[in-house]
């Protein structure tokens, strides 16, 4: 930032004074981005981050994920340790049990929900981590 001294430390200030942390942190990574890509991209990635930090909304450039539907069923925790979504089925029952899974936004609870024949769907777990599947 180009503020002077005296001016961070009066949002230092701020901050000890109640006003929150977070807010401090968005202003001056909105000035950083100003300044090396310019103002419109600067608003573009705020509203981004609050579209999907702020709201919940699922970025859009996720990953895809297209699984073939075999003999056997295609459970969800199989289907989230192939996606990537979680390192093993292990994490992926603990992360269902934890209500940490949503599918098309809405939370899975079913440890053994098994996916249809054909269709598409959008995978969450916790806050980050997203996956379009395609199960054909």
Request: charged residues 25%; proline residues 3%.
């Amino acid at each position: 930032s180009f503020r002077s001294s005296e001016a961070i430390a009066a949002l230092q200030q701020e901050v000890v004074g109640g006003r929150n942390p977070r807010d401090v942190k968005v202003l001056l990574a909105g000035e950083i981005v100003d300044r090396f890509h310019g103002a419109t991209t600067a608003a573009r990635a705020l509203a981004d981050f609050d579209a999907r930090f702020r709201h919940g909304a699922i970025p859009d450039d996720i990953a895809e994920v297209s699984l073939q539907h075999g003999a056997e069923p295609l459970t969800i925790s199989q289907v989230l340790k192939q996606a990537g979504l979680t390192a093993s089925t292990s994490e992926a029952m603990r992360m269902i049990e934890q209500g940490g899974v949503r599918m098309d936004g809405n939370r899975v609870d079913d440890k053994h929900f098994v996916f249809p024949a054909a269709g598409t769907f959008v995978l969450q777990v916790g806050k980050r981590r997203h996956a379009r599947i395609r199960v054909g």
